[in-house]
């Protein structure tokens, strides 16, 4: 079992639509993290979320920490072919204090 | 400043042989991450150097090894390698990891034959 879920695991749009991608857990976390990954590419970091509740604004992309900081959803408005890639959320896990990773969700914007 | 370099980008080897892996972090970063990503497992936590020290490290075979230099460069190696070990390789480094920002390499594809 992961401990971080992502859904869904694949979304093909077409430009202009929006969407919603979520990270879901049964554990708390201090924080979470949303990457997103190119072909070729590493992740690129896009926000840390840190306060149950917190919403926090990138341009096209809204993210917000669950209340009770088990879970994250990631928002994107009017998305373009510029967003196509791999979203992972990321969190600090256990007493190991090291970053895991979801299971990740693969967007595909076409025109 | 430059960003997180890893070499080589791609690399071929057969079952059984051994393959070594570099990693050079952005200047002033004291902490280096190595992860393994694949399609069915995603993103997995190998380890996790700082100051030359293994800080943290993952639920992977003793094959998986690493070490950090004094000036914060990483190379893992890999031994006996096996068909599973076809991945992608990826490297971060950060002032602090894990809390700290971690900035990503474009990673290393290894493919085993």
């Known amino acids: 079992t992961q401990l971080l879920e992502q859904s869904p695991q694949f979304l093909s749009i077409q430009e202009g639509e929006n969407l919603t991608v979520y990270c879901n857990s049964s554990?708390?976390?201090?924080?979470l993290q949303w990457y997103r990954q190119e072909p070729g590419e590493g992740p690129v970091l896009l926000v840390t979320?840190?306060?149950?509740?917190e919403v926090k604004k990138l341009k096209r992309l809204t993210f917000q920490f669950g209340d009770a900081r088990k879970d994250s959803s990631l928002h994107i408005t009017a998305a373009q072919p510029g967003d196509t890639g791999l979203y992972l959320c990321?969190?600090?896990?256990?007493?190991?204090?090291?970053?895991?990773f979801g299971t990740g969700t693969r967007l595909q914007v076409t025109l | 400043k430059a960003g997180v370099t890893q070499t080589p980008r791609y690399l071929i080897k057969t079952r059984g042989q051994q393959v070594t892996l570099s990693c050079s972090p952005i200047?002033?970063?004291?902490?280096v991450s190595w992860y393994q990503q694949t399609p069915g497992q995603g993103l997995q936590f190998l380890f996790e150097?700082?100051?030359?020290?293994?800080?943290n490290k993952g639920n992977f075979p003793g094959r998986f090894s690493g070490r950090q230099f004094s000036n914060s460069r990483s190379e893992m190696n890999v031994s006996t390698l096996e068909l599973g070990d076809s991945a992608l390789y990826l490297c971060?480094?950060?002032?602090?990891?894990?809390?700290?920002?971690?900035?990503f390499g474009p990673g290393t594809r290894l493919t085993v034959t």
């Open positions: 971060a480094s950060s002032l602090d990891a894990p809390r700290g920002e971690q900035y």
């Open positions: 554990s708390v976390f201090s924080s």
């Open positions: 979320v840190v306060t149950g509740g």
């Open positions: 990321a969190a600090i896990t256990g007493t190991a204090s090291k970053l895991t």
């Open positions: 200047s002033g970063h004291r902490s």
């Open positions: 150097y700082f100051s030359e020290t293994q800080r």
